[in-house]
Structure formats: C-alpha cells, structure tokens
DNA sequence: TCAAGATAGTTTCAGATGAAACTATCGTGT
DNA sequence: ACACGATAGTTTCATCTGAAACTATCTTGA
C-alpha cells in the first residue's frame, strides 16, 4: 500500500506503464524467442544473423558497412564475422584498394543457410504480428519510426 | 545489387523493415541513454534501478515477488539486491514465517534516491514520448500490449 | 517422524560483452 | 619523401550474464 504522504510527494512510476520497461521485456521476450530458434537450428547468435542478414541482400560489404547496416559497432561485427568465416558460411577477401578493408561475402554453404532461414524470420516476425491487424500494424510501424527518429535525434536524452 | 533469380526465389527480407530487429535497436538505445543517466548521477544499473523502482511502490517484498515484478530472473535479482545492500540502499530483513525468505525494502537513503529519480524516469519517457501526440501514445500503450500478450501466449514461438 | 521433493536464494564457472589499447594501412600537408 | 592524424579491423582485459550446481529451509505424505 501506497501511504498518502509518499502519494503527494511525487508522481508515482508504475513499471508496468513505464515505456522504456514495457518496451525493454517485450523485446527480450522476442529476442529470446527467435534466438531460440537461429540456435537451435542453425547455431547462429543474433549477431551472426544480423551479419548474414545484410551480406545475403548486398555482397561484397566491409566490416564498417556491415556496422552501419546492422547497428552494430565493429567490435561485434569483428566478433561475428570471425565466428562465421571459421564455420566457412562467410568469407573474407582483401580489398584491391585499400589494404585495410576486408570484403565480407557469403560463401555457398552460408548462402544455402540465408536462404533457409529467411523464411523462418519472416514467419516468426508473422506469428507476432498475427496480434495486429493490418492498419495496426501499419501503425506500430509508424510509431516506432518516430520514436527511433526522436531517440537518434537526441545525442543523449538530455534532462 | 540484387539478382534477379534471388529475388524471385523467396521474399526478401529488409533488416530495415523487420519487426524484431527494430524493436531490438529502438530499445536498445532507449536502455543506453537511460542507462547512462542512472549510472552517472546514481551509480545504478538497469536491473538495479528496477529492484528500486518495485521496492519504492511496495516495501516488504521478497526476492521472488521483486523478480516477478520486473521479469528479471531470480539470479539477477539476488546479484542486483546484493550490490544494492552492500551500498545502503536496501536493507534485507529475514522473514519471520519463512526461514528461507528474505524481506527486502528500500533503506532511508535509498528511498531518498528513490525520491529522487522517479521524476527523472518520467521526464525521459515524456522527452522520448514527446515524438508522439497524446492518441498516438495510447495507440502505442495498446499495441505493446497486444504484441506482449500474443508473445507470453506463446511458450515459444512456434513454427 | 522423517524421507523426498519443492522452493528461496546464492555461488560458481564458462561464455558473452564493452571499452580501450593495439596493429596495420591509408591520406594529407609540408 | 615522410611525419602525422585518421581509419579498418583485431585483441585484450575486466566486467556482466546465464545456466547449472549448491545450501538451507519448508512441505507433504507415508
């Protein structure tokens, strides 16, 4: 029970309405979900998903675009690739170029993966959204574009 | 660039455009720039700050009930308590019923921090729900609802 | 009453993660 | 030509985290 004092003193904070709360459960639940089933099936992380992700749809990135496209920072990205060249489902090549730059690609073998597994990702995201109607989802997605546009608009959230 | 033969072959899935990644950027950098003002100005982690936020609305709780009301594990609840108590800013009482339970509440000083950040903690939502116009927060408010009840309705995800 | 299983909470150990330091290469200005 | 700062990517180290094992206590049922 809530004394009254405390009550009037400040607004409460209920967890369960608190926004970043709600946002920060539902999204390991979700994460967790999926992890599950990248793992299980294909011994994938979420990382190394997301790396294969990006290289299945544009081959041929280096590690920094990789970064980018993924919202990784390179640290993770180095982590991931290394854990997936090891397993031969990417490869790295030297740039002509630049003697710094590796390009990252697919090999056959992770192709053949990505090709499987892109269905199942989009499944998962379906049974999700089976919750939401079309115009919800329509929604959902507008919202999130904005609150990641006002977030990534503020360098940190400024008090 | 995209093959052809590919792009036939099976929906293409877009990082940019698939649910679980954009939930899990959006709050991961909700979680980050809040993470940082907790642990600057309070030297408090998430998990922390959370035990404080359940123990601040009802004082007297057990590990277990603390766990259940933040969806943490009861691992990171009895590390976070014990970080928390060993700085005075939670006390833990033994149980006169149950030899096994601990009752956990906020200390004088925690309840002070507590005091303290819970206007903060509103401020960021209401900085970060400043993007959304006040419909437009409701409609967010019920959509995570429906998403969290359709994933918690799924032991896991099925496929 | 006491053995067996359940529950509360902690600890341990191994793998994940982040920040900073590091190596190697590149580009620029003099 | 070459010193200096910037950039690409890796490694190191210290911390965090999760899963499983562990201790202590409680509950149940023979």
Redesign the interface.
Known sequence: ??SDAETL???????D???????????????N??A??YSERFGLS?PEW?VM??L???ASLSAREVAE???MDKVQVSRAVASLVERRRVQRDGDDDDGRVTRLSLTPRGRAIY?EI????????A??????TPG?RE???A??E???????G?R????
């Open positions: 029970m809530q003193a400040h607004a409460r904070l209920d967890l309405r608190f926004l970043p709360y709600r946002l920060s459960v539902l999204t390991n639940r979700v994460s979900a999926i599950r089933h979420i997301r992700a990006v299945g749809q544009s496209r993924t919202a090709d892109v269905p199942l990702a989009l499944h998962l995201e049974v999700l959204l089976a919750a939401l919800e929604m959902l997605s919202l999130l904005k609150l990641s546009g006002r977030i990534s503020l940190a959230i400024e008090v």
